[in-house]
């Protein structure tokens, strides 16, 4: 059995996280069996102190895996996975730097999006403190919140202005937009990885409960949301 380590739906997604939804989505277009532990406790538990991790129960063993690159790549050798069948080895090097796009900058301009631009943080706050005790709320989110610029301004993106980073954004959910064009999935007909990866972040901006100028300009792209409809329909329905 799989046991997929997330934090738990929030924000009306399947969790907050685009890289534990990325393995969720992953899961399912494979048809391998799993189940979800969610809990923010996770990130104590987890080998490289991030989500996700998976841990694989066989007979006679328990095989911990962090990390959602590591996680498809050992789970595609393990179970044989052949949702890149399809892909050319071209294709699959594309594949691969789109993901790296994604994970690397595009993931970052939705932490800024909700961390720290002033109109969202307070809903971000609600949905992922609002369930603790009162005196908890009143120092942890700020001090987290504050780690978060830290780590921002360490990547560099958080150096830049909020019109910059939301330029920034549009930039890839443009280029995203073009490259699926009028396909059902970026590689043509089929699903691939690739396709978990940019669903995984993309229903981030566009199947959460809450508005702000980040998902509102991914809302502009039609073919972005209906891809997304797509897979929930054919996998979270
Ligand atoms: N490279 C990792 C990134 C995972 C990641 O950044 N997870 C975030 C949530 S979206 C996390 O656990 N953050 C907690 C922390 O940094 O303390 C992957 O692909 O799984």
Redesign the pocket.
């Given at each position: 059995m799989i046991n997929l380590y997330g934090?738990g739906a929030n924000l009306g997604v399947t969790d907050?996280?685009?890289?534990?939804v990325?393995v969720e989505t992953f899961l399912k277009m494979a048809n391998l069996p799993y189940q979800r532990i969610d809990r923010g406790s996770n990130?104590k538990k987890?080998p490289?102190?991030?989500?996700?991790f998976i841990s694989i129960k066989d007979a006679s063993q328990e095989q911990v895996v962090?990390?959602?690159?590591h996680?498809i790549e050992q789970l595609t050798k393990k179970y044989q996975v052949s949702l890149d069948d399809h892909l050319s080895a071209e294709q699959k090097a594309q594949a691969y730097l789109m993901t790296k796009s994604l994970?690397e900058n595009l993931?970052w301009c939705l932490v800024y999006s909700r961390w720290v631009q002033q109109d969202t943080w307070p809903n971000i706050r609600q949905a992922f403190f609002g369930k603790f005790p009162v005196y908890i709320q009143w120092f942890v989110p700020n001090l987290v919140r504050k780690s978060v610029i830290k780590?921002l301004n360490g990547q560099g993106l958080g150096r830049h202005s909020e019109n910059e980073i939301l330029a920034i954004t549009d930039k890839s959910l443009q280029a995203l937009s073009q490259l699926l064009g009028e396909k059902d999935y970026f590689f043509g007909q089929q699903v691939c990885s690739f396709d978990a990866a940019a669903y995984g972040l993309l229903c981030q901006f566009l199947s959460v409960n809450y508005q702000d100028k980040f998902n509102q300009k991914a809302k502009s792209y039609a073919n972005l949301i209906q891809y997304c409809q797509r897979i929930e329909q054919q996998y979270f329905s």
């Amino acid at each position: 059995m799989i046991n997929l380590y997330g934090f738990g739906a929030n924000l009306g997604v399947t969790d907050p996280s685009p890289f534990v939804v990325k393995v969720e989505t992953f899961l399912k277009m494979a048809n391998l069996p799993y189940q979800r532990i969610d809990r923010g406790s996770n990130l104590k538990k987890s080998p490289k102190g991030k989500l996700p991790f998976i841990s694989i129960k066989d007979a006679s063993q328990e095989q911990v895996v962090a990390d959602s690159q590591h996680i498809i790549e050992q789970l595609t050798k393990k179970y044989q996975v052949s949702l890149d069948d399809h892909l050319s080895a071209e294709q699959k090097a594309q594949a691969y730097l789109m993901t790296k796009s994604l994970d690397e900058n595009l993931y970052w301009c939705l932490v800024y999006s909700r961390w720290v631009q002033q109109d969202t943080w307070p809903n971000i706050r609600q949905a992922f403190f609002g369930k603790f005790p009162v005196y908890i709320q009143w120092f942890v989110p700020n001090l987290v919140r504050k780690s978060v610029i830290k780590t921002l301004n360490g990547q560099g993106l958080g150096r830049h202005s909020e019109n910059e980073i939301l330029a920034i954004t549009d930039k890839s959910l443009q280029a995203l937009s073009q490259l699926l064009g009028e396909k059902d999935y970026f590689f043509g007909q089929q699903v691939c990885s690739f396709d978990a990866a940019a669903y995984g972040l993309l229903c981030q901006f566009l199947s959460v409960n809450y508005q702000d100028k980040f998902n509102q300009k991914a809302k502009s792209y039609a073919n972005l949301i209906q891809y997304c409809q797509r897979i929930e329909q054919q996998y979270f329905s």
